[in-house]
C-alpha cells in the first residue's frame, strides 16, 4: 500500500460525459501528479500541484482540468469525454517535488469511455 | 523540452537470462528514478541516481548513471519470474518527472 489513495478504481462513461477523479495523497506529502497512461503506453504527465498551487503543466487537454484543496487532495476533472481518453489515470505524490525524492503512485482510475 | 528516451521497448528472456534496459535524456539530468510497474499494478520507486558515474546495487539489479548525466541503465542479473513488469526511468523537467516509454519485460520460465 502505497498510502495514495485514488477514487473511483473504475469509471465507466459515455461521450460527451464529465467525470471527476480523486486523489488523497500521502500523509505530509505536499506535491500531487496526475498522469495519464493508454493500453500499453508510457506515462504522459499531465499537472502538478504544489501545496495547492499549480506548478507545472503537461500535453493536458483543455477539456481537463484539476485543482488542488486546502486538505492537499486533489481532483482531476475530465470533460466532454471522447473514446480516445479511455485510459488508466495515476496520481503521485512526493513530500516536495518528485524530482528531488521518490514519488508514491496511486492504483489509478480506470476510465473506459464507451 | 526534455526528453527521455528509453530502449528496447519490449525484451523477452529465458528464466536465468540476465536483462538491461536503457535511458537516454536530450538534456543532462540533476538526476534519474527508476520504478517498475508489475501487470496491472501501479509504478512503484526502485531508486534514484544523483551523481555522475554512480553505480547502485539492490539484490541482482544494478542502476548506472552516465559520466555526462544524460543516460542511465537498469541491469537484472539472471532475471526470476518475479522480475516480469515494466521498467520506466524518468527524469526531472523543471517542476514534472517526464518519464522514458518504459521496457516491457517477460521472463519464460
Known amino acids: 500500500d502505497s498510502g495514495v489513495t485514488q477514487t473511483p478504481k473504475h469509471l465507466i462513461t459515455a461521450t460527451g460525459q464529465r467525470v471527476t477523479l480523486r486523489c488523497s495523497p500521502r500523509?505530509?506529502?505536499?506535491?500531487v501528479y496526475w498522469y495519464q497512461q493508454s493500453l500499453d503506453q508510457g506515462l504522459q504527465f499531465l499537472i502538478h500541484?504544489?501545496?495547492?498551487?499549480?506548478?507545472a503543466k503537461g500535453n493536458i487537454l483543455e477539456r481537463f482540468s484539476a485543482q488542488q484543496f486546502p486538505d492537499l487532495h486533489s481532483e482531476l476533472n475530465l470533460s466532454s469525454l471522447e473514446l480516445g481518453d479511455s485510459a488508466l489515470y495515476f496520481c503521485?505524490?512526493?513530500?516536495?517535488?518528485?524530482?528531488?525524492?521518490?514519488?508514491?503512485f496511486g492504483q489509478g482510475t480506470r476510465l473506459t469511455v464507451v | 523540452g526534455q526528453q527521455v528516451m528509453q530502449i528496447p521497448q519490449y525484451q523477452h528472456v529465458q528464466e536465468g537470462e540476465d536483462f538491461t534496459t536503457y535511458c537516454n535524456s536530450s538534456?543532462?539530468?540533476?538526476?534519474i528514478q527508476w520504478y517498475k510497474q508489475r501487470p496491472g499494478g501501479h509504478p512503484v520507486f526502485l531508486i534514484q541516481?544523483?551523481?555522475?558515474?554512480e553505480v547502485k546495487k539492490q539484490k541482482r539489479l544494478t542502476f548506472q548513471f552516465g559520466e555526462a548525466k544524460k543516460n542511465s541503465s537498469l541491469h537484472i542479473t539472471a532475471t526470476q519470474t518475479t522480475d516480469v513488469g515494466t521498467y520506466f526511468c524518468?527524469?526531472?523537467?523543471?517542476?514534472?518527472?517526464?518519464f522514458g516509454a518504459g521496457t516491457r519485460l517477460t521472463v519464460k520460465p
Open positions: 503521485a505524490s512526493s513530500v516536495v517535488g518528485m524530482g528531488n525524492t521518490e514519488a508514491f
Open positions: 500523509s505530509g506529502d505536499l506535491s
Open positions: 500541484y504544489y501545496n495547492g498551487e499549480e506548478r
Open positions: 538534456t543532462t539530468l540533476s538526476n
Open positions: 541516481l544523483v551523481k555522475s558515474g
Open positions: 524518468a527524469g526531472p523537467n523543471n517542476n514534472d518527472m517526464r
